[in-house]
């Protein structure tokens, strides 16, 4: 018998699951942006349990200062919830996102994945392409896969980036119309179809005829 024959594989004989959360405790610390599961499993050793981990390391650090964090597929350290003012700066500008940018971030948002013929058929006005431009360039939407339609049109969808920065784990832990009626979000005015009535107020971002007119890097938000 060789001395390969012998020796313990990782497969067989994979780490204690303490310190496999200990590995990827460490890979997501050092880690500037949010990684997948897939990611994190390429640096382990061969055999390790990278779901079960990270569920392990999820809990030791629920209730902490600092929690682990679900990103659509990734994952990622990040303070707590009701610790955020903490980390506030002494000076903030705050900028709102026009009417047009919203409403289209919005319906991604609701529909993905959505074509750009859905959302303007959706809002009711065609989109400026300028307006899906910034939105891309912001990291909040990035381009799906195809439709298997004549044309072969692309889809849009919302990006990990934008469920950080609403602190979401998915699409699907968007609030629902009861909790947008909650918070004053809808307001009365007729909306497209899908959408839910009211999501948005008449602000500018549109021309006369009804659409969206060509958005800048300036144009995407409204100064307070």
Do not use: C, K, N
């Not at 549109?206 to 307070?224: I, Q, R, V, W």
């Amino acid at each position: 018998m060789s001395q390969d024959d012998t020796a313990p594989g990782p497969q067989r004989f994979p780490l204690p699951l303490s310190e496999q959360e200990r590995m990827v405790e460490a890979i997501l610390f050092a880690s500037a942006e949010p990684m997948s599961g897939r990611e994190i499993a390429a640096r382990l050793p061969a055999g390790s349990d990278v779901a079960e981990a990270l569920r392990a390391l999820r809990d030791r650090y629920e209730g902490r200062g600092v929690q682990l964090a679900r990103l659509g597929d990734a994952w990622a350290f990040r303070t707590a919830a009701d610790l955020g003012f903490l980390m506030q700066e002494s000076v903030i500008e705050s900028r709102r996102l026009s009417r047009a940018a919203t409403e289209t971030l919005a319906i991604i948002a609701y529909h993905q994945p959505v074509t750009r013929a859905e959302i303007e058929e959706i809002r009711g006005v065609a989109v400026s392409r300028g307006t899906l431009d910034q939105l891309i360039e912001l990291d909040w939407v990035r381009i799906g896969r195809r439709r298997q339609t004549p044309g072969r049109p692309v889809t849009f969808v919302v990006t990990e980036t934008f469920l950080d920065h609403f602190g979401l784990e998915s699409a699907r832990d968007l609030p629902g119309l009861a909790e947008l009626r909650a918070a004053g979000l809808l307001e009365a005015r007729p909306a497209g179809e899908g959408m839910p009535p009211g999501l948005f107020r008449a602000e500018d971002g549109e021309d006369e005829d009804g659409e969206d007119s060509g958005a800048t890097a300036e144009d995407l938000f409204e100064d307070d």
